[in-house]
């Protein structure tokens, strides 16, 4: 028996070389992939240590302690307490003769810095593996040449070293079937398809980017315009979205980034790839109902908090359970509402349905097709990115013809209404031609009878100016008229007086009672012809004034004219009313010139705005307090454009709300029968004709002040 045990330990002491020997792999054109790719990864013959030596890349060292294991076994539980996986893998390759003239590339791919040896030789690293530790960037990487020979043996040692962490998906990075193409030998076909690929991806990336700010200036350009839009707000959010998005997406693929910028990038990627999502399901929902539902807003953040972990952490069933129940949400929103989908909100359902399509089918090929994920993984990420907007674009386009054929067969009905109406007028124009026929007669009938009455009313008012001119006239002559008549029968007596005392004797007449009379005779006589003078003088006055009444201009003293009318104002107004009574003041300049004027005609505006001024006293006599002493001031004097005659009385003044009727014709503040309401504006007319201006100033309860302004 111990013979036997010493034999069987023997065995194994000579049997120890023989398990870790490296074994030469041979590679040939039946291993190619797509794209003439050989997956050297998942081979057999890989040999493996943990930790670092930079001696292990010699062909000839000892590896008899190596574990065999291919790359694709890796996991995160090799990793040290620092997150750090560093380990050498070894291979003997041989290319047989299939692979003759055919040039051989290295490609890597994996976040991972390694260095490769080649019969000892560094061939290649693939970012750095040293201190500070940097990870190879494999986005748009072209392969790198390798030279072998065919039929000859080689050792093909790889140096790895990765980090990983939380947030580096570790768990989907280091699965076998995402390890598989880690390292691979490749043919000249690989390198063709690789600048196709990068060329494609440059067009996508040039595409998905300019597409996206086009739209994005385009919908809030039309929201600039239409402010009113609320569907136009809510989608250009939408592309500000798209465009944050799109940068994020393929931000890798503009510059070169570091593993930990890459991280972040990815991050938001599924961030922002979730808020489009979910952005573009609000849109749907809103255009068909017109609100956003309460399981809506509660759904929504749930599969945004939900699709962070699924993508991060690998937590994958809560995201697929609220992604499936947010599908049939919405799905049953779409029948329910199924009649409605109608013209533009086709371009809507499309606008979630197509990109919600091609992220699924991404998924799916993600999953079960590397390679045809990796042939369409570009378009289908453009499509996820670019579709909705340019469905929304398709909306608005069909929702404005929509509204131009509404507004068509609105104006349609309008036209038809239109014409109608057209036909109605048309029956009715011979009938409203006969009455405006009619009508016209009338007006020209009424405007003949208003030219009459006007002409009437302008006949009264003067009429009843030369009135009180005439009842001022006589009183003026009635006065000397009553000395003439007193003094002449006074003398008469006084003779009468005198013959008596002649009749008597000499001896009882009085001859000093007889020169005393005599003396009261002649000093009636006197002032017979002083009255009498004073009565020529009036007719003489008038005679001149009825002289220069025939529109002649000439020189005329304003204040004599003002004085003369200003007294037969008042005296006319005496005559009408025995209890008028009211003070006027004269305030005339003495140096005023003279000024060519009609005099008759001036003479008329100066009694119009005396007799005015005396009757607004006048009725405020009748209301007026205690202690209130009605006054009229004429006044005259010289400025520097001109003449000034104002009339100023303290009467009731005139209402704030009238002043500008003031000088209308017809207009009057008098009570009717009082006045014709034309005295002013024939006022302001005559005033006008002589180039001056008549001027108003009045204030309630304190009088009003009319001013002529004439032009010397």
Not at 163 to 189: H, V
Not at 325 to 349: C, E, P, Q, S
Not at 410 to 436: F, P, Y
Request: aromatic share 10%.
């Amino acid at each position: 028996m111990k013979k036997l045990s010493g034999l069987f330990t023997f065995l194994i002491i000579l049997a120890q070389p023989l398990l870790a020997q490296e074994e030469v792999v041979t590679l040939d054109d039946g291993m190619f992939r797509s794209h003439q790719r050989i997956f050297l990864a998942p081979l057999g013959g890989w040999l493996f240590k943990q930790g670092h030596d930079p001696k292990w890349a010699d062909p000839e060292f000892n590896v008899s302690t190596w574990e065999k294991m291919n790359p694709t076994a890796m996991s995160p539980a090799m990793e040290d307490e620092n997150g750090r996986i560093e380990g050498w893998f070894r291979i003997k390759i041989r290319l047989d003769d299939s692979l003759k003239d055919l040039p051989m590339y290295l490609n890597r791919n994996l976040w991972a810095a390694t260095d490769i040896f080649l019969d000892g030789q560094l061939i290649h690293s693939f970012g750095d593996t040293g201190d500070p530790y940097k990870a190879f960037n494999p986005v748009l990487k072209y392969p790198q040449p390798i030279d072998i020979d065919l039929g000859r043996e080689y050792v093909l040692a790889v140096h790895f070293v990765d980090y990983e962490s939380t947030f580096t998906q570790r768990e989907i990075r280091l699965k076998p079937e995402n390890l598989e193409s880690f390292l691979n030998l490749t043919g000249p076909a690989f390198v063709q398809w690789v600048e196709r690929d990068h060329k494609q991806t440059h067009i996508y990336v040039t595409l998905s980017i300019g597409v996206s700010f086009l739209l994005f200036f385009l919908y809030w350009f039309l929201v600039y315009l239409n402010p009113d839009q609320k569907i136009f707000r809510i989608i250009a959010w939408y592309t500000t979205a798209v465009l944050i998005g799109t940068l994020v997406i393929f931000g890798h693929t503009l510059f070169e980034m570091s593993y930990t910028l890459e991280k972040v990038r990815f991050i938001l990627f599924v961030t922002f790839q979730a808020i489009m999502t979910l952005f573009g399901l609000l849109i749907l929902e809103w255009v068909l109902t017109q609100k956003i539902s309460k399981t809506s807003w509660v759904l929504l953040p749930v599969i945004f908090i939900a699709n962070i972990p699924a993508h991060i952490f690998s937590i994958s069933p809560p995201f697929a359970i609220a992604f499936s129940y947010m599908l049939f949400h919405f799905g049953r929103k779409l029948y329910v509402h199924r009649n409605d989908i109608t013209g533009a909100n086709w371009a809507i359902v499309g606008a979630v349905v197509v990109p919600t399509a091609a992220i699924i089918i991404q998924i799916i090929l993600h999953k079960y097709s590397l390679d045809l994920y990796n042939e369409y993984d570009k378009l289908l990420l453009s499509m996820n990115i670019l579709s909705a907007p340019l469905f929304y674009l398709a909306y608005i386009s069909i929702r404005f013809k929509e509204t131009q054929e509404a507004v068509r067969i609105e104006n349609l009905k309008l036209l038809q209404v239109t014409e109608e109406k057209r036909e109605i007028l048309e029956n009715q124009n011979t009938l409203l031609e006969a009455q405006v026929e009619a009508r016209t007669h009338e007006l020209n009938q009424s405007l003949e009878n208003l030219k009459s009455a006007q002409a009437q009313l302008i006949q009264s008012e003067k009429m009843a100016s030369l009135g009180e001119l005439t009842a001022g006239i006589a009183h003026e002559i009635q006065n000397p008229l009553n000395f003439v008549n007193n003094f002449s029968e006074l003398s008469n007596e006084l003779i009468d007086e005198v013959e008596e005392e002649r009749a008597k004797n000499q001896e009882s007449r009085d001859e000093t009672l007889v020169t005393e009379i005599l003396g009261d005779i002649k000093q009636n006589l006197s002032k017979i012809n002083l009255h009498g003078k004073r009565a020529d003088a009036i007719v003489k006055g008038m005679l001149e004034h009825s002289r220069t009444n025939k529109g002649d201009k000439a020189l005329t003293d304003l204040n004599a004219l003002a004085d003369e009318f200003v007294r037969l104002s008042y005296h006319g107004l005496r005559a009408k009313d025995k209890e008028f009574n009211a003070d006027f003041k004269l305030d005339l300049d003495p140096d005023l010139p003279k000024v060519n004027v009609v005099a008759s005609d001036i003479g008329r505006v100066i009694l119009n705005l005396v007799n005015n001024a005396f009757y607004a006293v006048n009725e405020k006599i009748k209301s007026a307090p205690e202690g209130y002493n009605p006054e009229m001031v004429i006044s005259s004097k010289q400025t520097e454009k001109g003449i000034e005659l104002s009339v100023e009385d303290n009467g009731d003044g005139i209402p704030e709300h009238i002043k500008e009727k003031i000088f209308q014709p017809f207009f009057t503040t008098k009570p009717t029968g009082s006045g014709t309401g034309l005295g002013l504006s024939l006022s302001y007319d005559i005033v006008k004709a002589h180039g001056g201006e008549l001027r108003l100033t009045s204030h309630e309860n304190q009088g009003s002040k009319f001013t002529i302004h004439l032009k010397t």
